[in-house]
């Protein structure tokens, strides 16, 4: 066995203690601060307190009235609404404020506002290894994708094989002979059809219960090594440097082509709103479209290297995070709402793959040349959650589980192996929806 980094732990995480500096704002100016309180805002009842001398005989009865005057006020207001005879003695309750109206300032999380949660291990092995013979080491394909219906499909050479997750039961799913070749595969997001790109430019749709292919569509001129699915809408991404557009309810092959790469298309990722689609390409730019777009929105040209890995943040809408090639090795950010560049990360290394998480706002990366690890990082932080290794060779794939808890990630080493990486989405303390960037 290789030897592998153990992953680093999450460090637990306590409560931080509210500066001194800060105050709590009330919404009425505070007198003073002294603590007697006022006459009228005071139970004398309570205290057994008598609002006047006890009898007509006590000598002190001017005195003590004077006293209390002076003191607590006379309960008179004056024409500005506040006691007469106004005097710096007196005590006024802060306006008391929500916890979470404190959060803002110190930019607390769910984590540290429901306690202090412990830290979570992540296992730097993985539970299960396959041997995929033949497997390609091929930067630019897409080979493996894990559908909502927890079934994991492989392309090999020729053939599409599947794997059910629950049965463990392995069949092929198609054939496409000695004159052809799979570059690529993506499941829809219901999980019962499979699109299959090919190495001689065409498409297929194949309905995986019956294993029965529903369709071949045409239009591009060179291999397939992109797809990415938004509803009906199927985008194939080629080598021709082309974007095609598929409606697969239409009869014809495709309904628009999207120009503006200079070189093949290697990444395709639809956002998780079905809004926008992001491309990767060998001429090292990364481009966002939208749904009626033939030209790209949005153009960005900071990768120095191809751009395959490609991630939308399902938690935050227009969070896009973008992976470079060998010469570039570095993670970026980018928010697609207001067109900025938000970080950038070194990774010190090829980056193949990016999935991020389902359930915490955290993310995967996969790498090549030339450290071939599985890196866990926490956003935006970028502090690494946990460093898997074990591939001898590029991890070019990557697949996450419907659960959000299992990756499966392949390799040019010929294997495939499943991780236990994530909490389930039970575990966290999260806002359901977008959060505003």
């Not at 929105?297 to 290297?305: D, G, I, N, R, S």
């Not at 935050?316 to 973008?322: K, M």
């Not at 790498?367 to 690890?373: L, R």
Request: include cysteine; hydrophobic fraction near 35%; glycine fraction near 8%.
């Amino acid at each position: 066995m290789d030897d592998r980094d153990h992953p680093t732990p999450l460090s637990t995480r306590t409560m931080q203690m509210i500066s001194s500096d800060y105050n709590i704002r009330p919404s009425r100016p505070i007198y003073s601060d002294r603590f007697i309180p006022s006459r009228t805002g005071s139970n004398f009842a309570l205290f057994d307190v008598p609002n006047s001398p006890a009898s007509p005989e006590d000598g002190s009865c001017t005195y003590n009235s004077l006293l209390r005057e002076t003191l607590l006020g006379s309960g008179k207001k004056d024409s500005s609404g506040l006691p007469a005879g106004r005097n710096i003695f007196r005590y006024k309750t802060e306006t008391k404020q929500p916890l979470h109206s404190l959060q803002q300032p110190f930019g607390f999380d769910d984590e540290l506002v429901h306690g202090i949660k412990a830290p979570r291990k992540i296992l730097g092995s993985p539970y299960q290894v396959f041997d995929v013979p033949g497997f390609e080491d091929d930067f630019y394909s897409n080979l493996v994708d894990w559908s909502t219906n927890n079934v994991l499909a492989v392309g090999l050479g020729s053939c599409v094989h599947l794997w059910n997750a629950y049965s463990s039961e392995v069949t092929e799913l198609c054939d496409l002979g000695i004159d052809d070749e799979i570059c690529s595969i993506a499941w829809d997001q219901r999980g019962t059809q499979l699109a299959v790109g090919t190495m001689k430019g065409k498409v297929q749709i194949w309905d995986a219960s019956n294993c029965r292919r529903v369709r071949t569509m045409e239009g591009h001129r060179s291999r397939v090594g992109a797809l990415a699915w938004s509803t009906s809408l199927l985008s194939s991404g080629s080598r021709d440097k082309s974007i095609l557009q598929r409606d697969i309810r239409a009869p014809d092959d495709f309904v628009s082509k999207l120009s503006g790469h200079k070189s093949q298309v290697c990444g395709l990722k639809w956002s998780y709103d079905n809004r926008e689609l992001a491309s990767g390409g060998d001429d090292n730019k990364l481009f966002v479209w939208n749904q009626n777009s033939t030209r790209p929105v949005l153009k960005y040209c900071q990768h120095t290297a191809a751009v395959k890995a490609i991630a939308w943040s399902p938690h935050q809408r227009g969070l896009l995070a973008s992976g470079g090639g060998t010469a570039d090795r570095c993670i970026r950010f980018w928010n697609t709402t207001t067109n900025t560049n938000l970080s950038c990360m070194n990774t010190g290394s090829q980056v193949c793959n990016l999935v991020w998480s389902k359930n915490v706002d955290e993310l995967i990366s996969t790498h090549g040349y030339f450290k071939n690890q599985i890196i866990v990082w926490r956003y935006p932080t970028m502090s690494k959650v946990a460093t898997l290794t074990g591939h001898t060779n590029r991890v070019l794939h990557l697949g996450i589980s419907p659960d959000g808890q299992k990756i499966v990630t392949g390799a040019g080493d010929e294997t495939l192996r499943f991780w236990n990486v994530f909490p389930s989405s039970k575990s966290q303390v999260m806002s359901l929806g977008f959060r505003a960037i």
